[in-house]
């Protein structure tokens, strides 16, 4: 198959704008965001003063992904600290702006425990509020390390199930530095791929509807100078059929204690696909996003989001027509059926690869003793 996009560029950093930060200007503490709904058109920052300008944030995806969840809540679990806000209110809103990815509710609760913690002991709320904030950071450290350990693991095992290199690896929604403190999950691997001239091209889904494959994953890409090419999701089926895929490498936003994945919507057809065409279906993720009180797949809630992120196209480089804010491409009145995330059962899964160990076959006792590994959890 010809190379439909010829990459030029070399290894820039991700984004101009740090994902996130915490700031402290004069008029008090902020957490500053990269605005992911704006991209790739432009890099704007969305400046935070409180926790719930940081639900909104979350709810509208200007910051989104697993990890990165996880982090932002943590963030503003001190923000509402050290600002003097209730710390129990805004942690119950934070966890709760969106359901799947655990590591949201992994993140605030360990800020506010950290919280919580001091308070008992110091009964100093500025301590306390220190200690959230030492949390956050923590929180934030750990997944830039964790995410450099799932790259090393990840082209290891790419290494082992595909020797001879050159590989073309399919990829779904966007798991690179913008979900993350380091270089992501999947994308990091593949990331490390091409460092190590291993990869030959990133296949990248669109992912529809809200377009995290096309919008931030092929901006990731093109920054990094990958050789990479946007598929529509719809094009998966014959690009396999065609022999054009190695191996599937994506993220995961909750994995349930049976080994089930929950990731963006479009996922689970990969896997029914890759298993047909005897292609590797590889989910990178940190220990976080693994919930061992989320027994198996059924039990993992996802998300429904509004029905004209479907009936509108609501990218930022278009006109605002519709009554969601973005361009009709159906009839007005049409319902939509929008989950966000599918879940995909581990008799499908590859590997799970996570910074403490790669679990192959994936079972329940083999994920158990990985996760055991890890001093947090
Ligand atoms: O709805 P989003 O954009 O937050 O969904 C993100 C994903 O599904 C990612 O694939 C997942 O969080 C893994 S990121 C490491």
């Known amino acids: 198959m010809a190379d439909q996009h010829a990459q030029s560029g070399e290894d820039k950093r991700p984004t101009e704008i740090p994902v996130i930060r915490w700031e402290e200007p004069p008029e008090g503490p902020v957490l500053v965001l990269l605005d992911q709904t704006r991209l790739p058109v432009e890099e704007v920052e969305l400046v935070c003063t409180d926790a719930p300008m940081l639900v909104e944030a979350i709810r509208s995806l200007a910051v989104r992904g697993a990890p990165l969840l996880g982090i932002a809540g943590a963030y503003g679990v001190a923000l509402a600290a050290v600002r003097g806000f209730d710390v129990d209110d805004a942690a119950d809103a934070l966890a709760g702006a969106r359901p799947t990815a655990v590591n949201l509710a992994v993140g605030v609760r360990r800020a506010q425990a950290a919280y919580r913690a001091e308070l008992a002991r110091s009964g100093d709320t500025d301590k306390a509020a220190e200690a ?3 949390a956050a950071r923590k929180l934030h450290r750990d997944d830039a390390e964790a995410s450099a350990r799932m790259a090393e693991r990840g082209l290891a095992l790419l290494d082992e199930l595909l020797p001879g290199g050159g590989h073309r690896v399919l990829t779904h929604c966007n798991t690179g530095s913008l979900v993350s403190g380091g270089e992501g999950t999947a994308f990091a691997v593949a990331l490390a791929a091409h460092r190590a001239g291993q990869l030959r091209r990133l296949w990248v889904d ?30 998966a089926g014959s690009l396999f059929a065609a022999g054009e895929v190695d191996a599937v490498l994506i993220g995961a936003d909750r994995i349930a204690a049976d080994g089930s994945v929950a990731n963006k919507v479009g996922s689970y057809p990969l896997a029914v696909l890759a298993r047909y065409h005897h292609v590797p279906f590889i989910v990178v993720a940190p220990v976080t996003t693994v919930d061992r009180d989320t027994p198996d797949g059924a039990s993992i809630e996802v998300e429904q ?19 969601g804010g973005g ?15 599918d879940v995909t059962p581990p008799e499908l899964v590859t590997a799970i690869v996570t910074e403490e160990g790669v679990v192959s076959p994936v079972t329940a006792e083999a994920l158990a003793e990985v996760c055991a590994r890890s001093r947090e959890v």
């Open 132 to 134: 959230a904030l030492a």
């Open 206 to 235: 669109e992912t529809r509807p809200l377009l995290q494959g096309a919008r931030l994953t092929a901006y990731e890409a093109a920054r990094s100078g990958m050789a990479y090419t946007l598929l529509t999701d719809n094009a």
């Open 305 to 323: 989001r509004a029905g004209f992120e479907v009936t509108e196209v609501t990218a930022p480089q278009v006109p605002v027509t519709g009554p």
């Open 327 to 341: 361009i009709p491409v159906a009839p007005l009145g049409t319902q939509a059926y929008n989950p966000a995330f």
